[in-house]
């Protein structure tokens, strides 16, 4: 019991680790309360449950959304780091890596501004930048799913290690096919199934996304971190 508590604290120490919480709490709320609010319309105190976690999660994304505004730094130490791929094998895992690469970048300052406009910082209407961003994200998820079957299909099955790798690969393509769903949710109407979904399966696929992410981060960093000693 102690351990898993010290295991909780270290995760909510770290910024990544906080994060990918709140964003569990976030559509996993989300998923709760459109469930809720979808079956007990005709009961007060059940409807008003299901609205209380919608507002919450809500709240959840705001909060995440505030503190993306210090992520550009790191992400730009990222994207040089890797510059234009010179140590990748093939010239399409690296151009798809750079695309991602371009597509966070831009994602960062065009959500900053959508903020900035919603919260009357900025004299600028926020829906087209909040469009772009959600194209940006759209993007780099598109680019990750087509990356990680890249990897799939070049890895030889057999090693344990090499199998445990393509796991972990099938969880994240996973992971992104579910935020893109709900990034084409998101995009202006008559697009796709734009603004088709209903709050609690777009809650449900955030929620599958968040579990994917707390995985991966058990199985890399925090799988050292957390382990017992």
């Known amino acids: 019991m102690q351990h898993s508590v010290d295991c909780l604290v270290r995760v909510l120490e770290s910024y990544r680790g906080r994060d990918k919480v709140i964003r569990t709490l976030c559509y996993g709320s989300q998923l709760v309360g459109g469930i809720i609010s979808r079956k007990a319309e005709a009961d007060a105190s059940s409807h008003n449950l299901g609205k209380s976690l919608l507002l919450f999660s809500a709240q959840l994304s705001h909060c995440r959304t505030v503190l993306r505004l210090f992520d550009d730094m790191s992400m730009l130490a990222y994207s040089y780091s890797y510059g234009f791929g010179a140590k990748e094998k093939d010239g399409i895992t690296r151009w798809i890596s ?3 690469n371009v597509a966070d970048q831009l994602y960062y300052p065009c959500e900053h501004v959508a903020w900035a406009a919603d919260s009357h910082l900025l004299g ?6 909040w469009v772009v961003s959600t194209v940006l994200w759209a993007t780099s998820l598109l680019s990750s799913v087509l990356w990680g079957f890249k990897r799939d299909f070049t890895h030889t099955s057999g090693h344990s290690q090499i199998d445990r790798q393509m796991q972990v690969e099938l969880l994240s393509i ?10 084409i949710h998101w995009m202006p109407h008559g697009f796709l199934w734009a603004g088709r979904f209903p709050p609690w399966l777009v809650g449900l696929m955030g929620t599958i996304s968040s579990v994917v992410g707390l995985i991966k981060m058990k199985e890399g960093d925090f799988a050292q971190t957390c382990s017992a000693e």
Not at 124 to 129: A, I
Not at 174 to 183: H, P, R, Y
């Open 98 to 100: 750079v695309l991602t």
């Open 124 to 129: 600028v209407k926020s829906d087209r930048w």
């Open 174 to 183: 996973l992971g992104c096919m579910a935020d893109f769903m709900n990034a």
